[in-house]
């Protein structure tokens, strides 16, 4: 689906991302990579084909939209260092003329040597990209000329039918000021949101993206 902010076109596409038409920017939130493994090192169970869910759709994203520049908004990787993160750094040098760049998040906590060998480039939050900023938290106060994108939350709506089924479906939840979008990873979890007048809603149901 294409919509415009800041007179700038977006698109929302049902894997999760958000392609920035006018700077050929895509960004995604929330990864959680090595989540599955971080609980089955624990002891819990996890199924193994999360991974390779994860890879399949970030590369589908990539070779759709073939951007100059992908924007991980926090989270990227779930906590400890584990095996994943090297087939993740495998998986990037697949593409050596997209810049990768982490805006980090409360998750992403390894070593700085890790961040540091990385093909990445690591930011503090926020960045600013006019007339965006991003971030993994949303931001209590910014400049007014600028819009809000973040993750964090992995939003979700609960929608209802006539004959009282329900169903809970992630979304792109778009407000007055900010944005917030649904986790990348398959593995993650819904938080419902709650909606005021004039926000926008866009719930993403199998291959489609909606508004509601």
């Given amino acids: 689906m ?7 076109t977006l698109h929302l596409h049902s894997l999760r991302g958000i392609f920035w038409e006018e700077q050929q920017i895509l960004f995604l939130a929330d990864l959680h990579l090595g989540k599955a493994a971080h609980f089955r090192k624990s002891g819990l169970a996890a199924p193994a084909a999360i991974l390779k869910s994860n890879f399949s759709n970030l590369n589908n994203l990539l070779t759709f ?10 989270d990227l990787f779930h906590s400890s260092l584990n095996s994943v993160w090297e087939k993740f750094e495998t998986f990037l040098s697949n593409f050596p003329d997209i810049s990768f760049e982490l805006v980090k998040g409360n998750h992403d906590i390894l070593p700085d040597k890790i961040y540091e060998k990385s093909v990445m480039k690591i930011h503090e939050p926020p960045l600013i990209i006019e007339p965006f900023i991003f971030s993994h938290y949303p931001l209590e106060e910014f400049d007014v000329k600028l819009y809000n994108f973040y993750g964090h939350l992995h939003p979700g709506v609960l929608l209802e039918g006539f004959g009282g089924q329900n169903i809970k479906l992630p979304c792109f939840h778009f407000g007055n000021r900010q944005a917030v979008l649904p986790a990348f990873g398959t593995f993650t979890g819904l ?22």
């Fill in 2 to 8: 294409k919509i415009s902010y800041k007179e700038q």
């Fill in 65 to 74: 939209f073939n951007p100059v520049k992908v924007l991980f908004l926090g």
């Fill in 191 to 212: 938080a419902l949101q709650a909606t005021k007048k004039g926000d926008r809603v866009f719930v993403i149901a199998e291959e489609e993206v909606l508004e509601v």
